[in-house]
């Protein structure tokens, strides 16, 4: 589930704008390209979870803190709701700064949305998404499980987190519903709609999305608070 700038062995746009938003909130980060390769299979792309452990035991030395925020957008955003749940349940870690989290796909067995959506040719289409779905899991009939649908895992004790999304996107149900579920679980979290927004808006050079390139670092900011010492 690797968007098509990761499937060419480079950094996709969303890597690149992600630099501006961690800026401005603080942090560091970890290189993308050591993650440049085709996730395959549910093994390959939960490395996200290895590059989380890496960073944990690294960053202050690498990067001179160990205050740590996360995110990405389409599959990336699935990535990262999947490195948040792993990190709290393998590693007991739940000090991330924040999450910035960019309609993503929650549940992989189709909300309403992605179901309905139909073959409107507007990036994603119903049978792109069953036909991504199939070729990342293959030998997988039950999608609900929360490894691969984090929509149904127990969303407790998670770090702040903005969720994006346009109202033309085929998971504009996957980022409501996790939203919701993420503050009914009693965690911070801000909700950015776009009217009229496709999947990949907030990268269109479309003068009505153009506010997010604002909007999403200051909803950061308010939403990240001030870093605890860590003791991984």
Known sequence: MADPAIRRGRPGKAQAAGVGDRKKVGGGRRPADHLLRPARNLLAAVCGETAAVWLLRNAREEFGTDVLTIGGESAGGHLTAVTILRMRDRHG?????????????????LTPSQRLFGNTRLVLRTIDMQQFYNAFLPTVTDRRVPDISPLYADLKNLCP????????????????????????????AELAIYPGGAHAAVGVPDARLRSSEQTRPAQCSRITPAPAASSF
């Open 93 to 109: 870690y739940t000090r991330f700064r924040g999450a910035n989290i960019v309609y993503g796909a929650f549940d992989l067995s």
């Open 161 to 188: 987190a903005v969720f994006t999304v346009g109202t033309k996107d085929a998971l504009l149900d996957d980022t409501l519903f996790m939203h919701t579920r993420w503050v009914a679980a009693g965690n911070e």
